[in-house]
């Protein structure tokens, strides 16, 4: 699995601008806000689901944004939503609860994941996620976080979430 050293050398090869700063670990929205201070840009909700089909998705959303399982599966198209088991997240992210975030799809090498990106969230211009550890944050600009995705393998589909 990559780390995050790995995936800040392909960003640097996509010619993708990125900021970092470290953190005590969080693991909770309310945790990233009591230690992000006064960083720009939307910050996000990082759901790792699975369908009964067994399809997975990463969905990424505002980080207030509450998510209607019953309501996501309609929008997305996808049977009955759950929460994936940290061990799929690990096997196929590479990453542990708290740590999920768009950048983990640099794991998914077999693009198993579909990912759901918010519309609201992409209308940003800055971005925050974790680059694949929960003590760290990175900054990206929206449209550079599209080429990442794109860059990973997976094509992404932005949905109205609300």
Do not use: W
Request: aromatic share 8%; glycine share 4%; proline share 4%.
């Amino acid at each position: 699995m990559k780390t995050d050293n790995d995936l800040f050398k392909l960003l640097d090869n996509l010619q993708i601008i990125t900021s970092t700063v470290e953190h005590v670990p969080v693991y909770t929205v309310a945790e990233a806000q009591a230690v992000r201070g006064d960083c720009s840009g939307f910050y996000s909700k990082n759901l790792f689901l699975k369908d009964k089909k067994n399809q997975l998705y990463l969905v990424v959303c505002i980080e207030d944004r509450l998510i209607d399982l019953k309501k996501l599966k309609k929008t997305i198209g996808s049977s009955h939503l759950s929460f994936a088991k940290p061990f799929l997240l690990k096997e196929v992210l590479g990453v542990h609860p708290g740590s999920v975030s768009p950048f983990a799809l640099i794991n998914d090498i077999n693009q198993l994941v579909k990912v759901i990106l918010e519309d609201e969230l992409m209308n940003s211009d800055i971005l925050n996620f974790h680059p694949l550890i929960n003590t760290k944050t990175t900054q990206i600009k929206s449209l550079d976080l599209l080429r990442f995705v794109d860059a990973c393998g997976h094509q992404p589909y932005i949905k109205d979430l609300q």
